[in-house]
């Protein structure tokens, strides 16, 4: 079936460049998210990708995504304190019932001062 | 600008109790979705729903029930709660079944159970 699969934790200094990787199975996604979600927070819609899209940068956020890897990351540049948070990977696709949207694990992203 | 607002942030209930949650989407958006993460997981799909009809179904269990209303609003019912119920249950809403890509989540509505 469907997967998205993170590493669970990653840790960066402040100032430094995080990148956070993620690896799906479905070839049919059609959007690939990342989310954002802080302690006992919701879930913040960080940006998203088209899957015919290979880069979609936005400030601080670079997205990459290697469709043929099925391989989505997702860089933090000039990381902040405030970047401490998990960071969920989600694919969407399409289905009988509209587009269905799974989650990867989520990474735990600490940032030191 | 609006988001989705789910209602109540947070409810505490005793086992073989019964709880309802409400979703309000974004205006214009006629898609919701539910979705419950447990402590330290990421957030499972449980229903969703197209103008006002189920239009997939996850990993719902048969206690828990849904519906969307004429207004879009959505509600999750929730019935002989158990302990494993205890979670954070977000709902998102888009726009047409998700086709321009955007879903956006509540803040999500704690359930405790005690």
């Known amino acids: 079936g469907e997967d998205v699969e993170q590493s669970l934790f990653l840790s960066v200094r402040e100032g430094d460049s995080s990148v956070i990787n993620c690896t799906y199975t479905d070839s049919s996604s059609t959007y690939l998210y990342w989310y954002k979600q802080e302690p006992g927070a919701g879930l913040q819609l960080l940006t998203y990708?088209?899957?015919?899209?290979d880069m979609k940068q936005d400030q601080r956020l670079t997205v990459l995504l290697n469709k043929k890897d099925k391989h989505l990351s997702l860089r933090i540049a000039d990381t902040q304190t405030g970047d401490s948070a998990i960071y969920f990977c989600a694919e969407s696709y399409s289905n009988t019932g509209g587009f269905k949207t799974i989650f990867g694990a989520g990474t735990r992203l600490f940032v030191k001062a | 600008a609006a988001g989705v607002i789910q209602s109540p942030r947070h409810l505490i209930k005793e086992k073989r109790e019964t709880a309802t949650l409400k979703c309000y989407p974004i205006p214009r958006h006629d898609t919701v979705y539910w979705y419950q993460q447990g402590p330290g997981q990421d957030p499972q799909f449980l229903i969703s729903f197209y103008e006002k009809m189920q239009s997939d179904k996850g990993s719902i269990p048969d206690r828990f029930s849904a519906q969307q209303f004429s207004d879009y609003h959505s509600e999750l019912n929730m019935s002989s709660l158990e302990l494993g119920d205890s979670a954070l249950y977000f709902c998102?809403?888009?726009?047409?079944?998700?086709?321009?890509?955007?879903?956006?989540f509540g803040e999500g509505s704690r359930l405790t159970v005690l």
């Open positions: 990708i088209f899957s015919n899209m």
């Open positions: 998102a809403s888009s726009w047409d079944r998700g086709k321009t890509g955007e879903l956006f």
